[in-house]
């Protein structure tokens, strides 16, 4: 889970290269996230939604399909870099990047969330970041925000990952009020589903070669 970090060095980069060649596209007769090989497939931020699979007569990909294989390349590395600092699982930092953000740093939601992990500010500030508003839109402060948060939720909720990526989402107070399981919000309850089930996948697909 958590803590299923691969070795460091070549083999986080060998997985690298991998997810370079793959992306996470939706299907909606089924709520599993599925990879397909390049090219990207990319969608905007939004709540997630039910999976759906690109058909074989769909248009041509288009520009910003590159631009979502070459973001996924760019931040990879570092993404493997922190993962492995932090003891932490790669794909699931990609699995939360691609349901927060889908790997994209600038992203700012409605609520004021940043960045790639889509960190609050305020979270960001009591993890060390200074200016958070600023540097949180960088993949590096990002990541190490959002790697040291996952930690901390860790430390409170154990290996439940359900109950750290609902802490994630809604706060650790709702899920500490709500007997310590997974809230009963809609937005929460799709967020843990989504990025459990792109996280299955990404293992399913990558895990015995990270």
Same mark, same amino acid.
Request: glycine share 6%.
């Given at each position: 889970?958590?803590?299923?970090?691969?070795?460091?060095?070549?083999? @986080?980069?060998?997985?690298?290269?991998?997810?370079?060649?793959?992306? +996470?596209?939706?299907?909606?007769?089924?709520?599993?996230?599925?990879?397909?090989?390049?090219?990207?497939?990319?969608?905007?931020?939004?709540?997630?939604?039910?999976?759906?699979?690109?058909?074989?007569?769909?248009?041509?990909?288009?520009?910003?399909?590159?631009? @979502?294989?070459?973001?996924?390349?760019?931040?990879?590395?570092?993404?493997?870099?922190?993962?492995?600092?932090?003891?932490?699982?790669?794909?699931?930092?990609?699995?939360?990047?691609?349901?927060?953000?889908?790997?994209?740093?600038?992203?700012?939601?409605?609520?004021?969330?940043?960045?790639?992990?889509?960190?609050?500010?305020?979270? @960001?500030?009591?993890? @060390?970041?200074?200016?958070?508003?600023?540097? +949180?839109?960088?993949?590096?402060?990002?990541?190490?925000?959002?790697?040291?948060?996952?930690?901390?939720?860790?430390?409170?909720?154990?290996?439940? +990952?359900?109950?750290?990526?609902?802490?994630?989402?809604?706060?650790?107070?709702?899920?500490?009020?709500?007997?310590?399981?997974?809230?009963?919000?809609?937005?929460?309850?799709?967020?843990?589903?989504?990025?459990?089930?792109?996280?299955?996948?990404?293992?399913?697909?990558?895990?015995?070669?990270?």
């Amino acid at each position: 889970m958590l803590d299923a970090a691969p070795d460091a060095g070549a083999g @986080g980069f060998a997985l690298a290269q991998k997810l370079c060649l793959a992306t +996470l596209v939706r299907t909606p007769s089924t709520s599993t996230a599925v990879i397909e090989p390049e090219p990207v497939a990319v969608e905007t931020p939004q709540a997630p939604t039910p999976p759906r699979r690109v058909a074989a007569s769909e248009p041509a990909p288009t520009s910003r399909d590159a631009a @979502g294989q070459a973001r996924i390349r760019a931040l990879a590395p570092l993404m493997a870099e922190v993962a492995q600092r932090h003891d932490i699982d790669p794909l699931l930092l990609h699995a939360l990047a691609h349901i927060e953000s889908r790997h994209q740093s600038q992203a700012v939601s409605p609520a004021g969330a940043r960045g790639l992990m889509q960190v609050m500010p305020a979270t @960001g500030r009591g993890l @060390g970041v200074a200016n958070a508003e600023r540097e +949180l839109l960088t993949p590096e402060a990002n990541l190490e925000a959002s790697a040291r948060y996952l930690k901390q939720l860790q430390a409170r909720f154990g290996n439940d +990952l359900r109950l750290v990526l609902a802490a994630y989402n809604a706060g650790e107070g709702a899920v500490e009020r709500h007997g310590r399981r997974v809230p009963p919000f809609a937005e929460t309850q799709a967020y843990v589903r989504d990025v459990m089930a792109v996280y299955a996948e990404l293992r399913r697909r990558f895990g015995a070669q990270a």
